[in-house]
């Protein structure tokens, strides 16, 4: 059973931005952050957002200077009451995912600190390292970030 939360396209950094507050609202409302029906805490939601804004930030990255009218379209939906889904979906032409990886964990394998990084990969981690599964499709302009619910 899928349960959808919420479906939206953005056609701006701003006009995401403009929305994070009622995405907060949502996602909280959903996931029931206080009381015994909690699934996940307020700081996994918090950091949900933090990954949910970096994949949309890529979004807009990649598709902003390849088409003349960017668009990023955000799914969040509950499946099976279990697992948290999010996909945003730009656009654009797409990145290799697989790529930008492998620099990250190369920075990583030799101990740089992530600070040090710069801007590329760093989303991408983060996504990695809040969420259960990240999943691109082939083009590249799609990602899934799954989060198994408590």
């Not at 620099?103 to 760093?122: D, F, P, Q, T």
């Amino acid at each position: 059973m899928r349960h959808k939360l919420m479906r939206k396209t953005f056609h701006s950094e701003q006009e995401f931005r403009h929305y994070r507050g009622q995405l907060h609202q949502c996602l909280e409302e959903a996931l029931g952050c206080r009381g015994e029906r909690a699934t996940l805490s307020e700081n996994e939601i918090t950091m949900l957002e933090v990954a949910l804004n970096e994949a949309v930030n890529n979004g807009f990255k990649y598709a902003l200077d390849k088409v003349s009218a960017p668009a990023v379209t955000l799914s969040i939906y509950v499946l099976h009451s279990k697992f948290l889904v999010i996909r945003v979906k730009d656009n654009g032409s797409g990145f290799r995912a697989d790529q930008v990886m492998a620099k990250v964990w190369a920075l990583e394998e030799n101990e740089e600190e992530e600070w040090e990084w710069g801007e590329s990969g760093r989303g991408i981690f983060i996504m990695e390292a809040v969420m259960d599964k990240v999943r691109y499709n082939a083009k590249g302009n799609s990602v899934m970030l799954l989060k198994t619910l408590a």
